[in-house]
């Protein structure tokens, strides 16, 4: 479901159906390591949803939130796009993220406390974790990929091509699709890869903070992880006494 999505809010939505299946996967280990590995997954997947849902509240702060609005956003925000960035590669399983380290985590466990069982749920999990990796890269190639200029607000055609209603003009490689009489949007924007330029938007200061109080653990925790994991680790000692 989350794969054949366009609004990206509906496909994080969709992409926590899978988190949820690691921590309950790590859960039906019923083992010390189990609970860790879960307590390390919620943890680590905390900050990954906070953040990028921050994110994407601020890239559709018009209400837009398909995939279009994302296409140049490096260009534009370059510091928004890196953190998002960082964030929908952690919730893929990269290296050196707290994703891959819980993912890794809630395997192990399963692998040593259920047998075969817990093999062929691993590679399940596997499978689940490649396929999400083609909706988070989708995002993330959008934002580095290369946006059409749009002309400035109040830019005007010569008299001899515009059109009393509605005028086209070719930007790129996609049309510009504008109403010249009362500025309303065009219904098929996406279908022609307009890109509404939101770069007078300005990010609040509380949410940046909280964006980057959520992108710097998942990247400190994902290469230096024994306080984190230590942290777990004990926090067992409430389930497994």
């Known amino acids: 479901m989350a794969t054949v999505q366009r609004n990206v809010k509906r496909m994080l939505a969709y992409s926590s159906i899978s988190h949820a299946g690691f921590v309950l996967l790590a859960l039906w280990a019923s083992s010390p390591r189990g609970t860790a590995a879960a307590l390390y997954y919620l943890a680590a997947y905390a900050l990954l949803v906070v953040g990028s849902f921050a994110i994407v509240t601020v890239v559709s702060a018009d209400g837009r939130e398909d995939l279009t609005s994302y296409r140049g956003l490096a260009q534009r925000r370059p510091l ?95 049309i510009l699709l504008e109403d010249a009489r009362d500025g309303a949007k065009a219904d098929h924007a996406e279908e022609y890869g307009v890109v509404h330029d939101r770069d007078d938007t300005p990010v609040p200061l509380a949410t940046a903070i909280a964006i980057a109080a959520c992108v710097v653990p998942t990247v400190v925790f994902g290469v230096w992880a024994g306080p984190l994991v230590e942290l777990t680790s004990r926090a067992t000692m409430l389930f497994h006494p």
Do not use: N
């Not at 928004?80 to 993912?103: D, I, M, R, S, Y």
């Not at 192990?108 to 083609?134: C, D, K, N, P, Q």
């Not at 091509?161 to 005028?167: E, L, V």
């Open 80 to 174: 928004l796009a890196c953190a998002f960035t960082v964030l929908l590669l952690a919730q893929a399983g990269v290296p050196f993220t707290t994703g891959f380290l819980a993912k890794l985590a809630v395997i192990e466990s399963a692998i040593e406390h259920l047998g075969w069982a817990g093999v062929a749920l691993g590679v399940i999990a596997m499978l689940a974790t490649a396929i999400s990796g083609y909706f988070y890269l989708r995002v993330v190639v959008l934002m580095y990929a290369a946006r059409a200029d749009v002309p400035a607000t109040g830019t005007e055609l010569p008299r001899s091509t515009a059109r009393p209603t509605a005028r086209l003009a070719a930007v790129g490689s996609g």
